[in-house]
């Protein structure tokens, strides 16, 4: 089991940036990914952007198609946690954003199913 903590939520202006973090604060299972998730009012949860956390991809890194260019994910391996870097938001990015732990395959890197831990979730608001 993973646990995560995400923190780094909060209201922002259109155009404005925000950087999330989530930290790994106990890991009984190894991981090879770790992912940012988000879920807006009466809508799935989608997903934003994911790195490779071990083997032979490790850093590797993998964005939706309406976040790329705005949005960023790094890794610290040293504090075992991962950043989203999000610039130029814009009201659609409204939404609480999931920070997501596992083992997926190449098939699964950017899909729910390929993440077994989540964590609590933080807000993310747009709005002028």
């Known amino acids: 089991q993973v646990q995560l903590v995400e923190s780094g939520g909060g209201l922002v202006q259109p155009g404005g940036s925000l950087r999330l973090s989530c930290v790994v604060a106990e890991s009984t299972v190894e991981i090879n990914g770790m992912a940012w998730f988000r879920q807006a009012p009466e809508k799935e949860r989608e997903f934003v952007a994911s790195?490779?956390?071990?083997?032979?991809?490790?850093?590797?890194?993998y964005y939706a198609d309406s976040v790329k260019g705005r949005f960023s994910i790094s890794r610290d391996r040293g504090t075992r946690a991962i950043y989203l870097q999000m610039n130029n938001l814009e009201p659609e990015d409204t939404a609480v954003y999931f920070c997501?732990?596992?083992?997926?395959?190449?098939?699964?890197?950017?899909?729910?199913?390929?993440?077994?831990?989540w964590g609590r979730g933080t807000q993310v608001t747009v709005s002028s």
């Open positions: 790195i490779r956390w071990s083997g032979g991809s490790s850093g590797r890194t």
């Open positions: 997501a732990a596992g083992r997926p395959i190449t098939s699964t890197v950017t899909t729910a199913r390929g993440y077994t831990s």
